[in-house]
T-cell receptor, first 116, second 112 residues
Framework: DAGVIQSPRHEVTEMGQEVTLRCKPI?????LFWYRQTMMRGLELLIY????????DSGMPEDRFSAKMPNASFSTLKIQPSEPRDSAVYFC??????????????FGPGTRLTVT | GQQVMQIPQYQHVQEGEDFTTYCNSS?????IQWYKQRPGGHPVFLIQ?????EVKKQKRLTFQFGEAKKNSSLHITATQTTDVGTYFC????????????FGKGTKLSVKP
């Protein structure tokens, strides 16, 4: 398996622009997670899905952020409009159902977002 | 809300010295996982502990889960330069579905 795939790997955009990050989880995994990592705040869970349904989006910073999972093999995280404080590394991770061990989270390589 | 506290935030050691990072939860955890993130990389799963008082070893790494399932530790014996990175604990609160609560991590640097 290729692991969790994220695109793009790097994104540089200007303040006010829309940014879309993409993720393909590992085939067969029931859970998909979006994280944001910064030096100041560490690794923050933004939202996670179970069987394509959003379960907990309490970590989404504000209405400018939205996430979708239209099918089991694809998810997007959108920021509109983007702001400089959104600059961070965004990770997508997936895991199998807890009833099927092991269910550790497999992280993608991340998207480094810079908003100028 | 539920929190997982991890200390220390940074640790600088001389190669060959031991290293320990500690993790404490405000609530009982159903299990705890440990991840390692190399500089510029992404978190990679190391191990999972499930049972109260459980101890697991991976070569020079020893992982412990507390009796009350609220704390955990990772100990590295005789550190090497390849151990450099940030170590995260991540706990799954009892009764939760699939999410983990990550500690802020301990960044380990090893001086040759």
């Amino acid at each position: 398996d290729a692991g969790v795939i994220q695109s793009p790997r790097h994104e540089v955009t200007e303040m006010g622009q829309e940014v879309t990050l993409r993720c393909k989880p590992i085939s067969g995994h029931d859970y998909l997670f979006w994280y944001r990592q910064t030096m100041m705040r560490g690794l923050e869970l933004l939202i996670y899905f179970n069987n394509n349904v959003p379960i907990d989006d309490s970590g989404m910073p504000e209405d400018r952020f939205s996430a979708k999972m239209p099918n089991a093999s694809f998810s997007t995280l959108k920021i509109q409009p983007s702001e400089p404080r959104d600059s961070a590394v965004y990770f997508c991770a997936s895991s199998a159902h807890p009833g099927r061990l092991p269910y550790e989270q497999y992280f993608g390589p991340g998207t480094r977002l810079t908003v100028t | 809300g539920q929190q997982v506290m991890q200390i220390p935030q940074y640790q600088h050691v001389q190669e060959g010295e031991d290293f320990t990072t500690y993790c404490n939860s405000s609530t009982t955890l159903s299990n705890i996982q440990w991840y390692k993130q190399r500089p510029g990389g992404h978190p990679v799963f190391l191990i999972q502990l499930v049972k109260s008082g459980e101890v697991k070893k991976q070569k020079r790494l020893t992982f412990q889960f507390g009796e009350a399932k609220k704390n955990s530790s990772l100990h590295i014996t005789a550190t090497q330069t390849t151990d450099v990175g940030t170590y995260f604990c991540a706990g799954r609160p009892g009764g939760s579905q699939g999410n983990l609560i990550f500690g802020k991590g301990t960044k380990l640097s090893v001086k040759p």
